[in-house]
């Protein structure tokens, strides 16, 4: 079938995947074209999301009357699906031809191919109704990222960081920009407890849970320094969160219906900052996880990346501020393969997370050729830990998943580096990173960005923290969330 927009077949083929097609070389290739004919006509595409703060993306597309016009609506589908899973987003204003924005409107209504898209970021995240507005270019709003981004390194004072996972809550209690030592030199209090907060259906489960660190924080600092005041508490949780109101997050999914989720569970940290009579910001774990590796390296411009269940993702540029985007790279296209495989959860084909995360592992299993039918489909940490073992042992059907990743890996960071800007650092971490797989996955995708994005490959190096930091970095990152002012 011929395709009006070209995909582009990579020289470094996955080794298990011989039919991805990389966003970044087909983008680029079209704009090339576009570039090349001499009347590429502007696009721009403004995304505001709460507090009225915009971000915007300007490019170029072949005007309509063009031969290659029908180029054009591929690239903007696939183009706003990405910014909106970086930025988040309500409202779209389009600069450009009017046809184009009509096909985003079609495709961002309720009946279109980009319903879940527009629920989710419309009436489920920023509560209210996704709007797709149609203008001329230079009509399109300014970027704005107003005070939501003023998440800056402040920490004066005793604070307490806490960090919530699938399986465990960590805490941790800082001191003027450090985590709290005892005389001997061992942490006043950096510590992680089990949980099991997605089954649970009654929201005192989490908040008991949650209350319970916090107090056992409060303790440490007093016990340190009786009558000591503490400044403020920052939370880390994988999820999506506005305004410090949980919109979307797995450890909330027993909280059932909706109504009853919007009722309890949404305000639970408003309700435990009023309780606790202190300042409290919750982010995005993949935005705090980059935020301590910029604490660890000393500078910012940092994207983390954390291949587990999913892949999770955050960003902080170069000042080391969190922007107050999404960075829900998990959903966002990166491969433009039309059989490429389809997420669960938003029925999309080609994101992130089927290439990044344990879940690439399990797609890739069959045509590695690695038996392992005694371990359930959905069994996929166990899958992953099959795989982990096969690797230790020189299995080179297991090396073959990893290198596949690897593959994905190199394009993909250089997709990322076209979007975010500027890249000093790619922050990998995960459970799928663990091990000689790890490593195999970093030299495929150094080897891709040397050979084909050498500007990329200059500009960008692979950092992967250590124990230490995977222990108490996260949690005690979080603790300089809360702006204390004046």
Same mark, same amino acid.
């Given at each position: 079938?011929?395709?009006?927009?070209a995909?582009?077949?990579?020289?470094?083929?996955? &080794?298990?995947d011989?039919?991805?097609?990389?966003? &970044?070389?087909?983008?680029?290739?079209?704009?090339?074209?576009?570039?090349?004919?001499?009347?590429?006509?502007?696009?721009?595409?403004?995304v505001e999301?709460?507090?009225?703060?915009?971000?915007?993306?300007?490019?170029?597309?072949f005007?309509?009357?063009?031969?290659?016009?029908?180029?054009?609506?591929?690239?903007?589908?696939?183009?706003?699906?990405?910014?909106?899973?970086?930025?988040?987003?309500?409202?779209?204003? &389009?600069?450009?031809?009017?046809?184009?924005?009509?096909?985003l409107?079609? $495709?961002?209504?309720?009946?279109?191919?980009?319903?879940f898209?527009?629920e989710?970021?419309?009436?489920?995240?920023?509560?209210?109704e996704?709007?797709?507005?149609?203008?001329?270019?230079e009509?399109?709003p300014?970027a704005?990222?107003?005070?939501?981004?003023?998440?800056?390194?402040?920490?004066?004072g005793?604070?307490?960081?806490f960090?919530?996972g699938?399986?465990?809550?960590?805490v941790?209690v800082?001191?003027?920009?450090?985590?709290?030592?005892?005389?001997d030199?061992?942490?006043?209090?950096s510590?992680?407890?089990?949980?099991?907060p997605?089954p649970?259906?009654?929201i005192?489960?989490?908040?008991?849970?949650i209350?319970?660190?916090?107090?056992?924080?409060?303790?440490?600092?007093?016990?340190?320094?009786p009558?000591a005041?503490?400044?403020?508490?920052g939370?880390?949780?994988a999820?999506?969160?506005?305004?410090?109101r949980?919109?979307?997050?797995?450890?909330?999914?027993?909280?059932?219906?909706?109504?009853?989720?919007?009722?309890?569970?949404?305000p639970?940290?408003?309700?435990i900052?009023?309780?606790?009579?202190?300042?409290?910001?919750?982010?995005?774990?993949?935005?705090?996880?980059?935020?301590?590796?910029?604490i660890?390296?000393?500078?910012?411009?940092?994207l983390?990346?954390?291949?587990?269940?999913?892949?999770?993702?955050?960003? &902080?540029?170069?000042?080391?501020?969190?922007?107050?985007?999404?960075n829900?790279?998990?959903?966002?296209?990166?491969?433009y393969?039309?059989?490429?495989?389809v997420?669960?959860?938003? $029925?999309?084909?080609?994101?992130g997370a089927?290439?990044?995360?344990?879940?690439a592992?399990?797609?890739?299993l069959?045509a590695?050729?690695?038996?392992v039918?005694?371990?359930?489909?959905?069994?996929?940490?166990?899958?992953?830990?099959?795989?982990?073992?096969?690797?230790?042992?020189?299995?080179?059907?297991a090396?073959?998943?990893?290198?596949?990743?690897?593959?994905?890996?190199?394009?993909?960071?250089?997709?990322?580096?076209?979007?975010?800007?500027p890249?000093?650092?790619?922050?990998v971490?995960g459970?799928?990173?663990?091990g000689?797989?790890?490593?195999?996955?970093?030299?495929?995708?150094?080897?891709?960005?040397a050979?084909?994005?050498?500007?990329?490959?200059?500009a960008?190096t692979?950092?992967e923290?250590?124990?230490?930091?995977?222990?108490?970095?996260?949690?005690?990152?979080a603790?300089s969330?809360p702006v204390i002012?004046?």
């Amino acid at each position: 079938m011929q395709r009006p927009f070209a995909l582009i077949q990579p020289r470094h083929t996955p &080794v298990l995947d011989p039919d991805f097609r990389p966003p &970044v070389l087909a983008n680029r290739a079209f704009l090339d074209e576009v570039a090349a004919t001499g009347v590429g006509v502007p696009l721009r595409i403004a995304v505001e999301r709460d507090q009225g703060r915009v971000s915007r993306y300007d490019t170029q597309v072949f005007p309509l009357a063009h031969p290659r016009a029908a180029a054009n609506f591929f690239y903007v589908e696939r183009l706003l699906k990405f910014l909106l899973w970086q930025w988040g987003g309500w409202k779209v204003t &389009v600069g450009g031809p009017t046809a184009l924005t009509r096909y985003l409107q079609a $495709c961002y209504s309720d009946t279109g191919s980009r319903a879940f898209d527009a629920e989710l970021w419309g009436e489920q995240t920023y509560e209210r109704e996704m709007v797709m507005e149609g203008t001329a270019p230079e009509d399109v709003p300014d970027a704005n990222d107003g005070q939501g981004s003023d998440v800056v390194l402040d920490w004066r004072g005793w604070r307490i960081g806490f960090d919530l996972g699938a399986s465990d809550r960590k805490v941790a209690v800082v001191k003027d920009g450090s985590l709290a030592l005892r005389p001997d030199g061992t942490p006043i209090l950096s510590e992680e407890y089990p949980w099991d907060p997605k089954p649970q259906s009654d929201i005192r489960y989490h908040h008991d849970r949650i209350t319970d660190i916090l107090r056992n924080a409060m303790a440490a600092i007093r016990e340190a320094e009786p009558g000591a005041t503490v400044q403020g508490i920052g939370g880390s949780a994988a999820g999506v969160y506005v305004n410090g109101r949980v919109r979307v997050a797995s450890l909330f999914r027993g909280i059932v219906p909706r109504e009853r989720f919007e009722r309890e569970a949404a305000p639970i940290f408003t309700n435990i900052a009023r309780e606790f009579g202190l300042p409290l910001r919750i982010e995005n774990d993949g935005d705090v996880t980059a935020l301590a590796g910029a604490i660890s390296l000393g500078e910012g411009a940092v994207l983390g990346l954390a291949m587990g269940s999913s892949l999770a993702a955050g960003y &902080v540029d170069a000042d080391r501020r969190i922007k107050g985007w999404m960075n829900e790279l998990a959903f966002a296209p990166v491969d433009y393969n039309p059989q490429a495989a389809v997420d669960e959860w938003s $029925c999309d084909r080609g994101v992130g997370a089927n290439y990044f995360s344990q879940q690439a592992v399990g797609r890739l299993l069959p045509a590695s050729g690695l038996e392992v039918a005694d371990i359930p489909e959905g069994a996929l940490p166990q899958r992953l830990e099959r795989v982990q073992q096969r690797m230790a042992a020189g299995d080179e059907r297991a090396r073959r998943i990893y290198d596949t990743i690897g593959a994905y890996f190199g394009y993909t960071v250089a997709h990322f580096c076209d979007y975010y800007a500027p890249v000093k650092h790619i922050e990998v971490l995960g459970r799928v990173m663990t091990g000689e797989g790890g490593q195999v996955i970093l030299r495929r995708a150094r080897e891709i960005l040397a050979d084909e994005f050498p500007e990329t490959a200059a500009a960008v190096t692979f950092y992967e923290p250590d124990e230490r930091e995977k222990r108490h970095g996260q949690a005690a990152a979080a603790a300089s969330l809360p702006v204390i002012r004046g």
